[in-house]
């Protein structure tokens, strides 16, 4: 062969670099494929709306949305009503609001949960973003930005009734009270809280984080009250105030695990079988070997792992579901792949390029969180990056 050229089947020479092309659309490249029902999120919207009845009803779409795709997700919730979005940090806000702005409801109210970071100030005032006040000494600074330029800055206060994580705390609220100079330069549109314990209605946290509420909100301006999160809707008409702050349950999880699921399912997560195996009695599989059949086995190895969000703690605990059945993961799982036992099976009815459901019909969201000891949170939030991603419906 010549000096230069390539016997590899490059394509390229030396010192040149041949134009490549994938051949291959992205969806038949993927191990697995995440689907997100728009449609069905929007439902979710009307069904929380409908429970919340004469309550506004925001939504809470940070973390990209629960995982979900914040600039697919926020446009649909807005076509469907939802004036009031919640987001933890300010990046998440500014991303916001310009996702808003170009699907043309710049009305829509931009919340930041984190509250306005020292030197972050002209960012919240430049983008209208509102900050939620968690300390005294978030509120010293955002009245001194709104002294600075000469305007009342909105704002919602914290007030935290029991969770002991942000909020203005019992002698914080008493300062304000017998001093409320502090509110002055600002506007004050909310005051509000976050509940512990809503997913258990029978746990007296819960009435006592309302009558400590009740109890704030004696000793400060009349303004907007927003308690109730996705499970705080389904505690009846006493949490719901003036408006509800849904997350989760937008996305399908049960904000009311007592009960059947009141929301539709919007995830549909399956992946692809990478190759099916026969072992015998005591072959172990997986790292550690933490699995060892118990007889002749098929192991179907699967294409995703922990580092697509298939948490570590689905092993030997999670399943998948193929052929109408619940098929157990076997072994630990690995940063890309899982083992699953596929005996329960004929022989042929899983091979190599078909596909098993991970999120689906006969096995939710909440299903596999609580095979991993989790919450359908940590489940959507983890959603990897490697997934090919396909939308339905959302109207636009």
Same mark, same amino acid.
């Given at each position: 062969m010549a000096a230069g050229g390539a016997a590899d089947g490059s394509g390229g020479t030396a010192g040149q670099?041949?134009?490549?092309?994938?051949?291959?659309?992205?969806?038949?490249?993927?191990?697995?494929? &995440? +689907?997100?029902?728009? *449609?069905?999120?929007?439902?979710?919207?009307?069904?929380l709306c409908a429970q919340t009845g004469d309550t506004a009803c925001g939504a809470v779409v940070k973390a990209n949305a629960y995982g979900?795709?914040? *600039?697919?997700?926020?446009?649909?919730?807005?076509?469907?009503?939802?004036?009031?979005?919640?987001?933890?940090?300010?990046?998440?806000?500014?991303? !916001?609001?310009?996702? !808003?702005?170009?699907?043309?409801i710049p009305e829509a109210r931009v919340v930041v949960l984190n509250g306005p970071l020292p030197g972050t100030e002209p960012d919240l005032v430049g983008f209208g973003i509102t900050p939620?006040?968690?300390? $005294?000494?978030? &509120?010293?600074?955002?009245?001194a930005a709104a002294?600075?330029?000469?305007?009342? !800055?909105?704002?919602?206060l914290h007030v935290d009734t029991g969770m002991s994580r942000l909020g203005l705390p019992d002698e914080a609220v008493q300062v304000l009270a017998e001093a409320p100079d502090p509110l002055a330069p600002l506007r004050l549109d909310g005051v509000m809280s976050h509940l512990a314990c809503a997913p258990d209605p029978d746990n007296p946290e819960n009435a006592a984080q309302l009558a400590r509420l009740r109890s704030a909100l004696a000793l400060l301006p009349t303004a907007p009250v927003s308690l109730a999160n996705s499970s705080g809707i389904f505690l009846g008409p006493a #949490?719901?105030?003036? $408006?509800?702050?849904?997350?989760?349950?937008?996305?399908?999880?049960? /904000?009311? /695990? #007592?009960? *059947?699921? /009141?929301?539709? /399912?919007?995830?549909?997560l399956c992946a692809r079988v990478l190759q099916v195996r026969q072992i015998d009695a005591q072959r172990g599989v997986g790292y550690g070997s933490t699995f060892r059949a118990a007889g002749p086995t098929r192991i179907?190895?699967?294409?995703?792992? #922990?580092?697509?969000?298939? &948490?570590?703690? !689905?092993?030997?605990s999670g399943c998948v579901v193929a052929g109408g059945q619940r098929l157990p993961i076997v072994g630990r799982v690995s940063m890309d792949s899982i083992t699953v036992d596929a005996t329960?099976?004929?022989?042929?009815?899983?091979?190599?390029?078909?596909?098993?459901?991970?999120?689906?019909?006969?096995?939710?969201?909440?299903?596999?969180? +609580?095979?991993?000891?989790?919450?359908?949170?940590?489940?959507?939030?983890? $959603?990897?990056?490697? #997934?090919?991603?396909?939308?339905?419906?959302?109207?636009?």
């Open positions: 670099t041949a134009a490549r092309v994938r051949a291959s659309d992205p969806a038949t490249r993927a191990g697995a494929h &995440l +689907t997100v029902d728009l *449609d069905a999120i929007a439902a979710n919207y009307r069904i979900l795709g914040v *600039d697919r997700v926020a446009p649909v919730l807005a076509r469907a009503g939802a004036r009031d979005f919640f987001v933890a940090t300010i990046d998440e806000a500014l991303d !916001l609001r310009e996702i !808003l702005d170009a699907a043309g939620v006040l968690n300390s $005294l000494d978030d &509120l010293a600074r955002w009245g002294r600075a330029r000469e305007m009342r !800055l909105p704002a919602i #949490y719901r105030f003036d $408006l509800a702050r849904p997350g989760v349950a937008l996305y399908g999880v049960n /904000p009311a /695990p #007592y009960r *059947d699921n /009141p929301m539709h /399912p919007v995830v549909h179907a190895t699967v294409a995703a792992g #922990y580092g697509d969000g298939v &948490l570590r703690a !689905l092993s030997n329960a099976l004929p022989p042929d009815a899983l091979t190599a390029g078909d596909s098993v459901t991970l999120i689906g019909p006969g096995h939710d969201v909440d299903a596999l969180a +609580t095979e991993a000891g989790t919450i359908g949170y940590e489940i959507l939030t983890a $959603l990897g990056r490697r #997934y090919h991603r396909s939308y339905r419906g959302g109207d636009g």
